[in-house]
């Protein structure tokens, strides 16, 4: 079945852009159908929505941080990543990436990372 | 923006019926989905598309959604139930996925 798995630095110094990919196992990511998401969480603090892509490339971001996201995806390596420019503390949270798929943009989350933890510290 | 409330807690006894709300303007017009986290887990589907469930997951999930509030229905509660549980709607307004506040259901 499809597997989900982030990677990246888990320490990013103030001012920096914050680097993660997530790696696709056991299905395709041009497969189709399917938009491939980042979601964050602060720590005990609830889900939030960054952005996602579809194979093609089409991205649609969260307006609150779209001036600093970009996604992209890498579809000979099976992978998709996210970049988030000059960070700050509250950047720090566990960064989820997550499968999403719909008829519409309705789309609902159904493979999730396990997460990777990343904090903005000098 | 849009905004979907939950109530923060949610005590239940086990074998009881736990209901979890989520509120937001007209959300019954709007797919809800649902997702359980457990203590240092990524999320897991329950429920889609307001009372669809994904397979594996135990028939006594459920959900509804109309008017102003989506509800995902928890039946004959277990303590393995015990988790954090979001709801998520697509705001077609400003292309925005928006995950509720959460509830924490604690199970007596």
């Known amino acids: 079945q499809v597997q989900l798995q982030e990677s990246g630095p888990g320490l990013v110094k103030p001012s920096q852009t914050l680097s993660l990919t997530c790696t696709v196992s056991?299905?395709?990511?041009?497969?189709?159908?399917?938009?491939w998401s980042w979601i964050r969480q602060h720590p005990g603090k609830g889900l939030e929505w960054i952005g996602y892509?579809?194979?093609?490339?089409?991205?649609y971001y969260n307006p609150s941080l779209k001036s600093r996201v970009t996604i992209s995806v890498d579809t000979s390596k099976n992978q998709f990543s996210l970049k988030l420019s000059s960070v700050t503390a509250a950047d720090t949270a566990v960064y989820y990436c997550?499968?999403?798929?719909?008829?519409?943009?309705?789309?609902?989350?159904?493979?999730w990372g396990q997460g990777t933890m990343v904090t903005v510290s000098s | 923006s849009y905004v979907l409330t939950q109530p923060p807690s949610v005590s239940v006894a086990p074998g009881q019926t736990a209901r979890i709300t989520c509120g937001g303007n007209?959300?019954?017009?709007?797919?809800v989905h649902w997702y359980q986290q457990k203590p240092g887990q990524a999320p897991v589907l329950v429920v889609y598309?307001?009372?669809d469930r994904p397979s594996g997951i135990p028939e006594r999930f459920s959900g509804s959604n109309s008017g102003n509030t989506a509800t995902l229905t928890i039946s004959r509660v277990e303590a393995g139930d015990e988790a954090d549980y979001y709801c998520?709607?697509?705001?077609?307004?400003?292309?925005?996925?928006?995950f509720g506040t959460g509830t924490k259901v604690t199970v007596l």
């Open positions: 007209n959300i019954g017009s709007k797919s």
């Open positions: 598309d307001d009372s």
């Open positions: 997550a499968r999403g798929w719909g008829s519409t943009l309705s789309l609902a989350f159904d493979i």
């Open positions: 056991g299905g395709s990511i041009s497969s189709g159908g399917y938009y």
């Open positions: 892509i579809y194979y093609s490339g089409s991205t």
């Open positions: 998520q709607v697509w705001d077609s307004s400003s292309d925005h996925q928006v």
